[in-house]
């Protein structure tokens, strides 16, 4: 067992039982024990199959590959409507976890047949992409700026769509839109360093560090 697990289960201060049961549960299933992203990593020869997680309201398994499982049980939970491939298993006390230990374990082992069959999931393609009606409306007052944000790779638009969708009023589409313009008419993505001194725009070489020193 991983040491870095052992201080992350110490430390916590709510569902440290619930999450060390999950622990023993997944190990059962043969799966070697790391730690990434500061959270309890499950792998099965290098490969990620599942993650534990906490959150305010549950914890969870997280399975890297979720959206290839059967579900039988219909238990397979999407975070966000956003996610693609991943899907959580939730769960709320002890008691709860002892009686899905089966249908736990069964998932886990599918989980694991899935990887080593090396199954894709298919990603969604931009087109599938919802276009908020505000950023048409940028596009139809500037043809700059939509061909700029054509030209984007398929990543980066699904990025800036994800990011422009996600807010419910309108305003706050359009103040997302408004921040991001000279971002995308210079072709860089949402998360794309923009310090200007990289040697391989739009992506970041890490030339940003010499401004540290």
Not at 121 to 139: A, D, G, I, M, R
Not at 145 to 164: C, D, I, S, V
Not at 181 to 194: A, P, W
Request: with cysteine; hydrophobic share 30%.
């Amino acid at each position: 067992m991983s040491e870095d697990v052992n201080g992350y289960l110490n430390g916590l201060k709510k569902w440290k039982s619930e999450l060390s049961r999950l622990r023993e549960i997944i190990i059962d299933c043969g799966l070697h024990e790391d730690f990434k992203w500061m959270h309890p990593c499950y792998t099965d020869n290098g490969k990620n199959i599942v993650l534990l997680h906490e959150f305010k309201n549950y914890c969870a398994i997280l399975f890297y590959k979720g959206a290839l499982l059967k579900d039988p049980e219909n238990i397979l939970v999407k975070q966000t409507e956003n996610v693609q491939f991943a899907r959580q298993i939730r769960f709320t006390d002890l008691p709860e976890i002892d009686e899905l230990e089966p249908t736990i374990k069964k998932y886990v082992r599918e989980a694991i047949e899935i990887e080593r069959s090396e199954k894709k999931v298919e990603k969604k393609k931009t087109s599938e992409f919802n276009v908020p009606e505000e950023l048409e409306q940028f596009f139809f007052e500037n043809t700059d700026f939509e061909k700029a944000f054509k030209n984007l790779t398929a990543g980066r638009q699904r990025g800036y769509l994800l990011h422009f969708n996600k807010p419910k009023q309108s305003k706050t589409k359009i103040s997302r839109i408004e921040k991001n313009m000279e971002r995308i008419m210079d072709g860089y993505g949402l998360n794309d360093c923009v310090c200007g001194l990289s040697k391989r725009k739009p992506n970041c070489d890490g030339s940003h560090k010499q401004l540290e020193n």
